[in-house]
C-alpha cells in the first residue's frame, strides 16, 4: 500500500483554552506543537495562528514566526489555512500565502457551519486559487459537503488548480456532510483518478473515518482543530499524542506511514 500522509491540524480557529489547556497559542507553543506532531508521525502540519490574546489571525507576521521556528528544525510540509475563522473579511485569508508555504487549505465552496456560515463564493474561491498558482503554493481541496467536490474539479478545468489534485474530505461539521462510512465513500469514489485525498472528521468521528481513509488507500489528517480526546473522556494532552494514536492504528493495518519527503513525492511539492 501506498504510505499514509498523516496531517496534524495543531490549532484551529475556534477553540479555546476553556475547552481544552492543552491548546497550543502563542507563536512558540504553535511551532512545538506542530515539530512534536511531525516527530510522532506526521508528514503534514495544518496551520491557523492566534495572536498575543489567543484569537485567530490572519497576520502573515505572525505566520512567517511559526513557519520559520518550525522550518528551522523539521522538514514537515507546512499548509497554512486560508478558511481563517467565520467572520474574516477576504482580503485578510490571502495574508497567510504571504508566509510562503507549502500549501494552503482552500474550500471551494460556501457551508453553513453551526449556526453560522462559512463564505466561499466562486470568485473568491477562484482568486485564492489563482494567488496559490502565482506563488506556487500547492492548494489542499477542502471538501465541507458534496457539491464541493465537483467545485474544486471545475478549478482543475479552468487552469487554476494543477494535477495533481489533493483534496480534504471534511466530514461531521454541523451543516456540513454527516461522518458516516457510506458519505466518505460516496466522496472517495468521486476522486478523480490520478487525485490524492485525506478525510478529516470532527470529534468523535476522527479515528474511526482515519480508520476507514487508511484500509482504502486514502490519507488522514488528525489534531485538536478537529477533536481533542484521545478517547472519550479523555483529553489529548498533546497533537503529538493524537498522530501517535493515528500512527499506532495504521501499523496494526499494515499501512506505512510517509515521511514528509516520501508524502512530498506523494503531493508532488518541491520542497
Ligand atoms: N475555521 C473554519 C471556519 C480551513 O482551515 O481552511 C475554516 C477552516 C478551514 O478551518
Ligand atoms: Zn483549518
Given at each position: 500500500m501506498n504510505p499514509l500522509i498523516l496531517t496534524c491540524a495543531v490549532v484551529g480557529a475556534e477553540l479555546t483554552r476553556e475547552q481544552t489547556p492543552y491548546l497550543p497559542l502563542s507563536p512558540e507553543e504553535i511551532a512545538d506543537s506542530a515539530i512534536e506532531a511531525a516527530e510522532a508521525g506526521a508528514a503534514m502540519v495544518h496551520l491557523h495562528v492566534r495572536d498575543s490574546q489567543g484569537r485567530p489571525t490572519c497576520d502573515e507576521k505572525v505566520f512567517s514566526e511559526v513557519l520559520e521556528k518550525i522550518r528551522h528544525r523539521s522538514d514537515v510540509i507546512i499548509q497554512v489555512s486560508?478558511?481563517?475563522?467565520?467572520?474574516?473579511t477576504e482580503v485578510d485569508r490571502f495574508r497567510p500565502l504571504e508566509a510562503a508555504p507549502d500549501m494552503a487549505s482552500l474550500t471551494t465552496g460556501s457551508v453553513n457551519f453551526g449556526s453560522e456560515v462559512f463564505f466561499n463564493p466562486r470568485p473568491f474561491v477562484e482568486s485564492l486559487a489563482k494567488a496559490m498558482l502565482e506563488k506556487g503554493i500547492k492548494p489542499?481541496?477542502?471538501?465541507?459537503?458534496?457539491a464541493m467536490l465537483e467545485n474544486g474539479m471545475a478549478l482543475a478545468a479552468k487552469g487554476l488548480v494543477l494535477p495533481p489534485l489533493h483534496f480534504d474530505l471534511v466530514l461531521?461539521?454541523?451543516?456540513?456532510?454527516?461522518?458516516?462510512e457510506r458519505n466518505l465513500r460516496f466522496l472517495a469514489e468521486g476522486i478523480p483518478s490520478g487525485a490524492t485525498w485525506s478525510v478529516a472528521a470532527v470529534g468523535r468521528h476522527q479515528f474511526p473515518m482515519a480508520e476507514l481513509a487508511i484500509k482504502w488507500g486514502g490519507h488522514a489528517r488528525v489534531g485538536m482543530e478537529d477533536n481533542i480526546f484521545l478517547e472519550k473522556g479523555v483529553l489529548a494532552k498533546s497533537n503529538a499524542e493524537l498522530v501517535a494514536k493515528a500512527v499506532k492504528m495504521a501499523r496494526e493495518l499494515g499501512r506505512p506511514i510517509a515521511t514528509p519527503a516520501q508524502a512530498r513525492n506523494l503531493l508532488q511539492i518541491k520542497k
Open positions: 486560508t478558511g481563517g475563522a467565520i467572520g474574516d489542499e481541496l477542502e471538501v465541507f459537503d458534496a461531521g461539521v454541523p451543516g456540513g456532510i454527516a461522518a458516516t
